[in-house]
Nanobody
Framework: QVQLVESGGGLVQPGGSLRLSCAAS????????MGWYRQAPGKQRELVAA???????NYADSVKERFTISRDNAKNTVYLQMNSLKPEDTAVYYC???????????????????WGQGTQVTVSS
C-alpha cells in the first residue's frame, strides 16, 4: 500500500505565501513524476505544477513566476511554494505521484498513480 499525505494548507491574505508538502510512504521502489493539482468549487481539477524524477518542471500559466515546485527524493516528498497568492488560487490542492512498487509474495512489480486526500487553500482578506 502507498499513501500520500499532504500538509500546509490554510487561510492566507492576498499577497501572502504558503508552502504545501506531500509525503509518500509505503511500498515504494521509485517515484516518477510528482505534481500538484487543484480544484475550485464548480470547476474541474487542473494541473498546477509537476516535476519529474530528474527535476524538470512545468507550471500552469496562471501560477508561473509565483509558485515553485520541488522535491526531496530521499524523503519521497514534493513541495509547492506559493507566493503572491490571489483569491483565484483558492481551491483544494491535491498531490499526485506515479509510484513503482516492488514485488511481494503475492504480486509482481506494480506501477500506479496515487492521490493525496487534498488540502484546502483559501486566499481571502
Amino acid at each position: 500500500q502507498v499513501q500520500l499525505v499532504e500538509s500546509g494548507g490554510g487561510l492566507v491574505q492576498p499577497g501572502g505565501s504558503l508552502r504545501l508538502s506531500c509525503a509518500a510512504s509505503g511500498s515504494i521502489f521509485s517515484i516518477n513524476a510528482m505534481g500538484w493539482y487543484r480544484q475550485a468549487p464548480g470547476k474541474q481539477r487542473e494541473l498546477v505544477a509537476a516535476i519529474t524524477s530528474g527535476g524538470s518542471t512545468n507550471y500552469a500559466d496562471s501560477v508561473k513566476e509565483r509558485f515553485t515546485i520541488s522535491r526531496d527524493n530521499a524523503k519521497n516528498t514534493v513541495y509547492l511554494q506559493m507566493n503572491s497568492l490571489k483569491p483565484e488560487d483558492t481551491a483544494v490542492y491535491y498531490c499526485n505521484a506515479g509510484i513503482l512498487s516492488p514485488p511481494t509474495a503475492r504480486s509482481s512489480w506494480y506501477t500506479n498513480d496515487y492521490w493525496g486526500q487534498g488540502t484546502q487553500v483559501t486566499v481571502s482578506s
